[in-house]
């Protein structure tokens, strides 16, 4: 059996909400440069450039992913400590997002196709929560990443998307 796809016209929502065009989004840290504060990327790019100025803070040298406990036990001052607790928060708001991103777009590329207007919302939704996460997981003042619970609406966003994209799949085989 074929199928012909038929393109809903609302569709052109999904496709710039899965491409995420450059967005106005929040300022990296304070101790960012003025330079990498006027970058309006994409959120993945967001997160990757918002990872530098954390690592610079920590004295994180590349390729290591994040500060180890025995870093943080050698770590002269408290400054320092958080420092290093900020930089692996960063990178792991950073990790959770890689990790969930692809099956976000292929859920929303695919009840886009039956539910563009539900659809293009739920992605907006997962968007701007993603943004929330990753700014509330690195908050001074947040204790023990707590701050990232604000954007946690995401994964409403993206189990709605992936019900919607079972549900076409089940309407095109039964």
Known sequence: ??????????????????????????????????????????????????????????????????ATPSQFASATSAEQKLNMYLFNCAQRSHGNFIENQPSFLAALLIAGLRYPVASSVLGAM?????????????KKDGKDGAGRLLGSPFWFAQMALYGMAGLVGWKMVF
Do not use: C
């Open 1 to 66: 059996m074929s199928y012909t796809l038929t393109v809903p016209k609302e569709y052109g929502r999904i496709d710039l909400l899965g491409t995420f065009p450059p967005l106005p989004l929040p300022p990296t840290p304070s101790f960012a440069s003025n330079r990498t504060h006027k970058l309006h990327p994409k959120i993945a790019q967001w997160h990757s450039i918002r990872v530098g100025p954390f690592r610079k803070a920590a004295q994180i040298a590349y390729p290591q992913l994040y």
């Open 126 to 138: 997962w968007g701007l929560s993603r943004i929330v996460y990753a700014v509330g997981y690195t």
